[in-house]
T-cell receptor, first 113, second 113 residues
Framework: KNQVEQSPQSLIILEGKNCTLQ??????????LRWYKQDTGRGPVSLTIMTFSENTKSNGRYTATLDADTKQSSLHITASQLSDSASYIC????????????FGTGTRLTVIP | DGGITQSPKYLFRKEGQNVTLSCEQN?????MYWYRQDPGQGLRLIYY???????QKGDIAEGYSVSREKKESFPLTVTSAQKNPTAFYLC????????????FGEGSRLTVL
């Protein structure tokens, strides 16, 4: 069964600190993986995409990693800001099927001053 | 500006009433999706459409209906048959290819009184 699990469910950190969010999946055959950021009451916005051959990719203070062997991805946020407070959703895309997007339940990050 | 427009942002409905949520896009995407989001849960697929005049049920289609008469429009009707309709509804469109990138609207929050 194709599943995506994220941890932790929620996280509170102090402004300026770093944090790492985890995403484990069983989706097969794997095509790519995206991390989305969703501000409260808004639609999600894509942060980064990881393909099978990529191990690490950075987008500003966000760095995503992918280990296709262990089927794990992480999103590391450096020097957190108050505006990073949001839900972060991991979406895994399979190679086949008309409905080939599999969503994690998200990690709710709260950055406090 | 190109994007997805959902309306209304907030909607209140009495039990037994049908309500239609609007979703319009000017991105020229063939594929469009409707998701439901509940607190603590991931996005769940209600319906999706890969082309005009065609749509498929998602994982939780019961109590919902859609139409796709125009490429730009994909309205969702929440019928009285939906047992627990209070939720945040997100519409998205998807460009060609398998990158898995979704462009989301700002969402519609439906509350049944």
């Amino acid at each position: 069964k194709n599943q995506v699990e994220q941890s932790p469910q929620s996280l509170i950190i102090l402004e300026g600190k770093n944090c790492t969010l985890q995403c484990n999946y069983t989706v097969s055959p794997f095509s790519n993986l995206r991390w989305y950021k969703q501000d409260t009451g808004r639609g999600p916005v894509s942060l980064t995409i990881m393909t099978f051959s990529e191990n690490t990719k950075s987008n500003g203070r966000y760095t995503a990693t992918l280990d296709a062997d262990t089927k794990q991805s992480s999103l590391h946020i450096t020097a957190s800001q108050l505006s990073d407070s949001a839900s972060y959703i991991c979406v895994v895309i399979s190679q086949t099927g008309a409905n080939n997007l599999f969503f994690g339940t998200g990690t709710r990050l709260t950055v406090i001053p | 500006d190109g994007g997805i427009t959902q309306s209304p942002k907030y909607l209140f409905r009495k039990e037994g009433q049908n309500v239609t949520l609007s979703c319009e896009q000017n991105l020229n995407h063939d594929a469009m999706y409707w998701y439901r989001q509940d607190p603590g849960q991931g996005l769940r697929l209600i319906y999706y459409s890969q082309i005009v005049n065609d749509f498929q049920k998602g994982d939780i289609a019961e109590g919902y209906s859609v139409s796709r008469e125009k490429k730009e429009s994909f309205p969702l009707t929440v019928t009285s048959a939906q047992k627990n309709p209070t939720a945040f509804y997100l519409c998205a469109s998807r460009p060609p290819g398998n990158t898995g990138e979704l462009f989301f609207g700002e969402g519609s929050r439906l509350t049944v009184l």
